[in-house]
């Protein structure tokens, strides 16, 4: 079982619904980011968190370390939006970050 | 000015050959990474290199080799290249090994043949 656990592995949604993409992880952290990557492109690091919210734009990002759950939301969803997001953590002592699957979002037109 | 580059960005070689991959930032971090992304696009830590400190993932073949001739670079050797080989390689780096903020390259499609 993976660490690091995704949620839903695909969507696809209408342009402008209101997208939760959920990550769950077994292990403590130090930090949890949300990276997005397009097709055929590069990493992007959209949040990096330890605790609460953030908010950049029609992205927000929450995280409940007792839970061990954290989620990405995006109001009013485009589809330029549309990418992989992946989640991935940073555990206590550990070097590097370990990743989720990735969840596969299409938002059509 | 591009963070953290990587070249080559496309990369197609047959097995056996000898290959690396180079990476540079710009960013004056002491912490960069090396990243495999599978053909199921899982990303999986290969090493990380923090003051001529290397850790490495347990599960990587030693066929992989990480050179850093100084703090700003870390290339990817990769000698007798194999089918299984084939995928994308992230380079990454961070302030140092418990900074939380990471920037990642723009990535290294491998193909072996």
């Known amino acids: 079982k993976n660490e690091v656990e995704q949620s839903p592995q695909n969507l696809t949604a209408q342009e402008g619904e209101f997208i939760t993409i959920n990550c769950s992880y077994s292990v403590g952290i130090s930090a949890l980011h949300w990276l997005q990557q397009h097709p055929g492109g590069g990493i992007v690091s959209l949040f990096m968190?330890?605790?609460g919210k953030k908010k950049h734009g029609r992205l927000i990002a929450t995280i409940n370390i007792q839970e061990k759950h954290s989620s990405l939301h995006i109001t009013a969803s485009h589809p330029r939006d549309s990418a992989v997001y992946i989640c991935?953590?940073?555990?206590?002592?550990?070097?590097?970050?370990?990743f989720g699957k990735g969840t596969h979002l299409i938002i059509q037109p | 000015d591009t963070a953290v580059s990587q070249t080559p960005k496309y990369l197609v070689t047959q097995m056996g050959n000898d290959k690396s991959i180079k990476c540079e930032q710009n960013l004056g971090h002491d912490t960069m990474y090396w990243y495999k992304q599978d053909s199921k696009k899982f990303l999986k830590i290969m090493f990380s290199?923090?003051?001529?400190?290397?850790?490495i993932n347990e599960t990587v073949p030693n066929r992989f080799s990480p050179k850093s001739p100084d703090k700003a670079h870390l290339n990817l050797h990769i000698n007798s290249l194999e089918l299984g080989d084939s995928a994308v390689y992230f380079c990454?780096?961070?302030?140092?090994?418990?900074?939380?903020?990471?920037?990642f390259g723009e990535g290294s499609w491998l193909t072996v043949v």
């Open positions: 290199y923090n003051n001529k400190e290397l850790i």
């Open positions: 990454a780096s961070s302030v140092s090994r418990t900074s939380e903020n990471i920037y």
């Open positions: 991935a953590v940073r555990s206590w002592g550990a070097d590097g970050l370990t």
């Open positions: 968190l330890s605790s």
